[in-house]
């Protein structure tokens, strides 16, 4: 599975963008998506995922309310519309992808395969 980014850039504080992960290879093995995000000198954390199979949601308490996650099943992307943007949210957002079942999928361990990133820059 290959997974590419797209969508980040600097936005100011209260703005929105929306990033985009596009699969290629073997995404029918796929079972869940996700987003996670490193700062400078921060470890990477869980932002938002979906699974494949039912579409349950999971979102990080930091971005509840103002992220959606959501998957275009026939382009095996998954989108991350990121609203209200915050200077805290600055980081890079990498996408993943894990094929393992009954997993917890808000962990970065249960992931196994990532993206190379994209940097997401919200200035005050």
């Known amino acids: 599975v290959q997974l590419v980014e797209s969508g980040g850039g600097l936005v100011q504080a209260g703005g929105s963008l929306r990033l985009s992960c596009a699969a290629s290879?073997?995404?029918?093995?796929?079972?869940?998506m996700g987003w996670f995000r490193q700062a400078p000198g921060k470890e990477r954390e869980f932002v938002a995922t979906?699974?494949?199979?039912?579409?349950?949601?999971y979102y990080a308490d930091s971005v509840k309310g103002r992220f959606t996650i959501s998957r275009d099943n026939a382009k095996n992307t998954v989108y991350l519309q990121m609203n209200s943007l915050k200077p805290e949210d600055t980081a890079v957002y990498y996408c993943?992808?894990?094929?393992?079942?009954?997993?917890?999928?808000?962990?970065?361990?249960?992931?196994?395969?990532w993206g190379p990133g994209t940097q997401v820059t919200v200035s005050s």
């Open positions: 290879g073997r995404t029918f093995s796929s079972k869940a």
């Open positions: 979906i699974r494949w199979s039912g579409g349950d949601l």
């Open positions: 993943a992808a894990t094929l393992q079942r009954g997993v917890r999928v808000t962990t970065r361990g249960v992931y196994d395969y």
